[in-house]
């Protein structure tokens, strides 16, 4: 029998979890070996992640698709994740398949399972797709401001419409 999770419980134990992540980052936070513009004979276009995993798993039938949270930007109180899905490779490496490299290093948090399944987050009716957590008192992570010219970070971070 599968767990029924109410939108707020999940939400709650992403943010809890997240929070501690955040707070022990060189622990659980996994580095990315590769991105997209490195791999050879391979386009990918941004914003499309999950897709891309599903793609390219169907030609690397060794990898498999980790799926968690990348913190995307932020402030001194706050931190924004954005769902986002990865590849490991079977050499046990992390890759992004839909950006190119950045310039600064990304934190990624593989999704707690105790939040339930993830691709059921991103189908419900109204998707959990990002998430705001406190940002720990102690910790200092730099963050890149969103691009104001891309429509996809034009929500600003104060705005929690889409928590219940």
């Known amino acids: 029998m599968s767990a029924i999770f109410s939108r707020v419980d999940v939400e709650d134990t ?9 707070a022990d980052v060189a622990r659980h ?23 891309h995993v599903a793609f390219w ?7 498999k698709a980790v799926h968690g949270w990348l913190l995307d930007a ?39 399972s105790a939040a339930g399944d993830f691709s059921a987050l991103l189908r419900a009716p109204r998707p959990l797709i990002e998430l705001c957590v406190p940002m ?6 730099e963050t890149e401001s ?8 034009q929500t600003p971070l104060s ?3 889409n928590l219940p």
Do not use: K, M
């Not at 992403?14 to 955040?22: H, I, K, M, P, V």
């Open 14 to 22: 992403l943010r809890t979890a997240l929070a501690a992540a955040l």
């Open 29 to 51: 936070a996994t580095p990315i070996a590769r991105y997209a513009d490195e791999l050879r004979d391979w386009d990918g276009w941004p914003h499309h992640c999950h897709a």
């Open 57 to 63: 798993l169907q030609g690397h039938h060794d990898d």
């Open 74 to 112: 932020g402030d001194a109180h706050t931190a924004l994740f954005r769902a986002h899905s990865l590849v490991r490779t079977s050499a046990g490496d992390l890759v992004d398949v839909a950006f190119n490299r950045p310039d600064g290093d990304q934190v990624f948090i593989e999704h707690p």
């Open 159 to 161: 705005d929690h419409s």
């Open 136 to 141: 720990p008192a102690d910790l200092a992570i």
């Open 146 to 153: 969103p691009d104001d010219s891309d429509p996809f970070f």
